[in-house]
């Protein structure tokens, strides 16, 4: 599962840096040419990337008696500091719509993960 997640990381940099520089590839882009289909991408990638990062790093953290899982904290982070430097970018746009789907999947991938790893632990 680490090697999955690490890949899946990768590709996350590689589109990110595409979309940074405003050279993502024509097919790519048509899976996105769709109404809010730049929002649906947000919220799938990152509840994928939460998911994967989540299994293959388990670890938690507990913040004011609230035990959060350090790679859904982290991607957390770092998908609003992404979205707060599309302001220093020329191709890009900061959206805090985008910046909400991106952290609605991040919470489905945690409670994903959540759900299968309780399931595991009580079967």
């Known amino acids: 599962m680490k090697w999955l997640a690490l890949l899946f ?31 649906v991408g947000h919220y799938v990638l990152y509840g994928i990337l939460t998911f994967l990062i989540d299994s293959a790093f388990p670890r938690t953290v507990k913040i004011a008696s609230v035990h959060l899982l350090l790679g859904t904290l982290a991607i957390a982070v770092l998908a609003a500091l992404e979205e707060f430097s599309q302001r220093f970018l020329p191709h890009r746009t900061p959206d805090v719509i985008d910046l909400t789907f991106s952290l609605l999947g991040i919470a489905c991938g945690d409670l994903f993960f959540r759900l299968i790893r309780r399931r595991q632990l009580t079967h």
């Open 9 to 39: 990381v990768l590709f996350m940099l590689v589109i990110i840096l595409l979309a940074d520089l405003g050279a993502i590839p024509a097919p790519i882009k048509m899976i996105y040419d769709f109404p809010n289909g730049d929002r």
